[in-house]
Every structure is written in C-alpha cells, then in structure tokens.
C-alpha cells in the first residue's frame, strides 16, 4: 500500500496540460488541481463529475472551457493513475467518482451550470457518486462545504461547520448514503423529475417530504 501511495505521489500533473493550454491559471496540491478562482461561500451547491482514465482528457476538454468562460472555481483530479486510485476509493469512500468539483456561486448558478454541463456530458459514462443527488449520466450534486470554519472535536480531529440548506446556525458536513435532502429544499428537482424513468435513479438519493 505503501508502495502505491509513493507512485501516485511520483505521477506528474498530467491533466494539467489541459489547463495549460486554455491558460486557466492552477495549483497543485496532492492529488489534485485547483483553479485559482475565487471560492466565496462557506457552503453552497457544489457540482461533481465522474469518469474514467480512457475518457478524462476529452471530457476535460469539453467541460474546462465552459468553466473559464464563467470564471468557475473547480478542482480536477491531476493523473490517470490518481484518477483509477479515486475511482477504486484509495482516497476515501465518499471521494469515489468525484475528478471534478465544481464550486458555483450561487445556487442560480448551479442550476444554469447543470443545465449546460448536462447536455456536455450526456455522452460520457462514470462511475455513480453515492454521496450526491444524480443529475445525469456522470453529472452529480451535493450541498456542502466549499470554505468551512474548521472546529476541533475531543479527540482532535477537524470537522468543519457549515451552514445548513435552511441558513439557521452551524452544522456539520455531514455525509450520506444515499443523499438526504427535502423536496422543498432541492433545487434540482427538474433534473430528477426528467430523469426519473431511468431505472435505477431512485438508489441515488432519498427525497423527503
């Protein structure tokens, strides 16, 4: 194991030659590329995309240009090899499937970004995210944290607060499988409407009234 984790650590940027060429300023922090767009929200809809080392760069290459237009922070996985680890859950459970974190601005924002990287991407296959609602083929969404306050619990360990759907006080970002979210609190309930008659939809996510 250790072994492995030492060769994903000697893998280079290679998705970021990618970037380079659309000349979207990076950084590189292990395992992944971060735009150097501004983040401003503590917590908010965030998008996440899913796929596979044999089709990454293509998807990359439709996907980044919408991003820059709208001056999008986003991270991307950095390697084929750190994308196969991601997608085999060497970097946690609830990481599975997620290459590209998308942080909108808005939830107006979100809902327009969906809408557009749902017709990109309806040709491309993924793994499912389990940790989000499934708005497409490899196109997911999740409420979470983006710039959380980080506390500390009694044994020590970072948590970071954020604020709920709702706007009242602090909570933890908590994980579920499947996603947990109000019908009333849903943005996206289009998407799942006009998705529902694919079979195994309704696995992804719980919607409570």
């Known amino acids: 194991m250790y072994e492995y984790y030492l060769s994903l650590l000697r893998e280079p940027p290679y998705y970021k030659r990618v970037l380079d060429k659309l000349c979207i300023d990076t950084e590189n922090v292990f395992p992944w590329i971060y735009s150097k767009a501004t983040k401003n929200r503590i917590a ?4 996440h995309i899913s796929a596979t080392p044999q089709n990454f760069v293509e998807l990359l290459k439709q996907v980044l240009p ?15 090899r750190k994308l196969a680890a991601l997608n085999i859950g060497f970097f946690g459970a609830i990481q599975v499937g997620k290459c590209i974190t ?19 991407t309806k040709s491309f296959s993924g793994p499912d995210i389990l940790t989000d609602i499934k708005l497409g083929n490899i196109l997911f969404a999740r409420y979470g944290a983006i710039k959380p306050h980080i506390v ?7 948590v970071p607060l954020i604020k709920p759907i709702t706007g009242k006080g602090k909570v933890p970002d908590e994980y579920h499988i ?17 998705n529902i008659k694919n079979s195994d939809f309704s696995s992804h996510y719980i919607i409570e009234k």
């Open 178 to 194: 499947p996603y947990l979210v109000e019908d009333r609190l849903n943005p996206f309930r289009s998407f799942l409407q006009s």
């Open 66 to 80: 919408l991003l820059k237009d709208y001056n999008v922070p986003f991270k991307v996985i950095s390697g084929p």
């Open 102 to 120: 998308i942080y909108p601005d808005s939830t107006n924002e979100a809902i327009m970004l969906a809408k557009k990287l749902l017709e990109i």
């Open 152 to 158: 500390r619990d009694y044994n020590g360990n970072e």
């Open 44 to 47: 908010g809809w965030k998008l």
